[in-house]
């Protein structure tokens, strides 16, 4: 078991890692629960999976437990789900004193985590993240949010987990196409922060061996966050280090409607544009953006950017609400495992950008 305490303004919370963890979730619960009811939040993909066997292990251990099932997909992060999970809340009399768990990927943490932080002013949330996203990013450091019709988690808190229960096992029954697009964030924490994970992750012979020592990746990445949002909660300075790649991945992302490519893809390929930018300013060692490219291909991952004008991309920079003002801010990294941020101003985007792009479409 490897167990990470993660510093907040609202109290500290634990992050439990450890193979065939779900089992025995009922007992790990009640250690930091001593309340009685529990409405379990889950998607249809899941519940199906893991659903009963959450239920029945609170239950062995005296919980009063409900399952809230929603939809797979993206679009369960909408105000329309919201209202009918507040509405089932409702109808089991959850009150502030109850508690919420959510079971699930990125989608369920985030929606299910803003019901929580909202129902009732909010009340108690444990995460059980389900996919690789899900358990090295999006269950650490207390972001929740919703989608708007125009755009991506428009509306959204902060709000701080009672703790976090990671079973890596639970990775067995992921589609390649989400374990890679988790892959995408495990490779992010090697090039901003730890050179060891980064080339350690260049030696796996196959998706096997990886899977043995997946726990361990799991800790180190969720060391490496939880490091940071400790010193930045609320994302202003040093968190900004985690959006190494999702500037341009955003933009890539919206563009296409969020339907070509996944966030992880997006993500990639905007981290191999962002080194070929660094290097083309003098920023970023030479050479940098090669071994990026390579991890990538290694996991399936996409680098090069697809067809898209300069003035597309930095439109859909413009849009995305973290880069509001005369500057934007991108990360880039020295070397691998060396991050930065990096100001620059919009009149030399477009510059930058046309550079970026003869760069890696070509
Ligand atoms: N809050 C944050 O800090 C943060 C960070 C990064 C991403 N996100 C958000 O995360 C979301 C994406 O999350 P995601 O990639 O986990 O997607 P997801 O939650 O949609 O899960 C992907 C798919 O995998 C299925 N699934 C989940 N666990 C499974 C398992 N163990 N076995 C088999 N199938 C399983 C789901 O049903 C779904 O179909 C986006 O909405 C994004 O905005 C949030």
């Avoid at 361990?216 to 490091?227: H, L, P, Q, S, V």
């Avoid at 080194?275 to 083309?280: F, V, Y």
Wanted: aromatic share 10%; proline share 2%; net charge neutral.
């Amino acid at each position: 078991m490897y167990n990470i305490e993660v510093k907040a303004t609202s109290g500290n919370y634990p992050i439990y890692i450890k193979n065939g963890l779900l089992k025995d979730i009922g007992e790990g619960v009640k250690n930091i629960y001593n309340g009685k009811k529990i409405a379990v939040i889950t998607d249809a993909n899941v519940n199906e999976l893991y659903g009963a066997k959450v239920i029945a292990s609170l239950k062995e251990v005296g919980f009063e437990s409900f399952k809230i099932v929603v939809k797979a997909g993206e679009e369960s992060k909408s105000f329309g789900t919201l209202l009918e999970v507040y509405d089932k809340l409702l109808d089991y009399k959850i009150n502030r004193g109850d508690m919420i768990i959510a079971l699930g990927g990125g989608v369920v943490g985030d929606m299910a985590g803003f019901a929580a932080s909202t129902f009732l002013r909010g009340i108690s949330l444990i995460q059980i993240p389900t996919t690789l996203l899900a358990q090295v990013d999006s269950s650490v450091g207390g972001k929740v949010a919703v989608d708007l019709p125009r755009g991506k988690n428009l509306v959204g808190s902060f709000y701080m987990p009672k703790a976090v229960f990671i079973d890596p096992m639970l990775l067995r029954t992921l589609n390649d196409k989400f374990f890679n697009d988790g892959m995408g964030e495990v490779i992010k924490y090697g090039a901003i922060k730890d050179k060891e994970l980064f080339y350690k992750l260049m030696n796996y012979e196959n998706k096997e061996d990886l899977l043995k020592e997946i726990d361990r990746i799991i800790y180190t990445c969720c060391t490496i966050k939880a490091n940071i949002v400790e010193v930045d909660e609320k994302d202003t300075g040093e968190r900004m280090l985690l959006n190494y790649g999702h500037t341009i991945g955003h933009a890539i992302e919206q563009f296409f409607n969020f339907t070509k490519y996944s966030h992880g893809e997006a993500v990639a390929m905007g981290m191999y544009a962002i080194t070929k930018l660094g290097e083309e300013l003098g920023k970023t060692e030479i050479g940098t953006s090669i071994a990026i490219k390579d991890i990538l291909k290694r996991y399936n991952l996409p680098w090069r950017l697809p067809e898209i004008k300069s003035e597309d991309i930095i439109r859909a920079i413009r849009h995305d609400k973290k880069n509001i003002g005369e500057a934007m801010n991108f990360i880039l990294i020295k070397s691998i495992g060396n991050s930065f941020i990096e100001k620059i101003n919009e009149d030399k985007i477009n510059d930058y950008m046309q550079k970026i792009l003869k760069k890696t479409t070509i």
